[in-house]
């Protein structure tokens, strides 16, 4: 019968296959794009209600489209540091995105709609938003 791997073995391998720097820097991207996204979809919220109906909604789709790109080329730039191949990359990196933003806006408005029935009309969108 063969044994798990001790701990210090284990963590040596992974450091080989998911180095310490570059985990700091993959995590450094995605707390920045997670409220540089937010942060995003929060001011379009804002300057588009009133001007058409479910602001939201539109201004989910603007800031996912912005985030996603930053997200990617904070990836390939300072992450992962890869050259070329930017639009196999970058259409990669919606498939991944883009799925889980599919899920995030179709739940958005039952969320928002909930939310208005509990908190303030006009914050209903900001607690339901993307992050």
């Known amino acids: 019968m063969s044994e798990f791997p001790k701990a210090p073995a284990m963590s ?3 450091a080989r ?3 310490l720097d570059q985990v700091a ?9 997670t409220l540089f996204g937010y942060g995003l979809f929060a001011l379009f919220t804002y300057l588009l209600t009133g ?7 539109l201004a989910s789709v603007l ?13 390939k730039w300072f992450v992962f540091k890869t ?6 990359e970058y ?12 899920i995030t806006l179709a739940l958005l ?19 339901a938003g993307p992050s």
Do not use: E
């Open 25 to 33: 820097r993959y995590l450094i991207v995605g707390v920045w794009n």
């Open 51 to 57: 001007i058409v109906p479910f602001a939201y909604m």
């Open 12 to 14: 040596k391998q992974l």
């Open 91 to 102: 259409l990669r990196c919606y498939l991944v995105y883009g799925a889980a933003f599919l």
């Open 17 to 19: 296959h998911f180095p």
């Open 109 to 127: 408005p039952v969320l928002v709609f909930l939310l208005d029935r509990v908190v303030a009309p006009r914050t209903a969108p900001y607690i």
């Open 83 to 88: 050259k070329g191949n930017y639009l196999r």
């Open 63 to 75: 800031s996912n489209v912005i985030a996603i790109t930053a997200a990617y080329l904070g990836y």
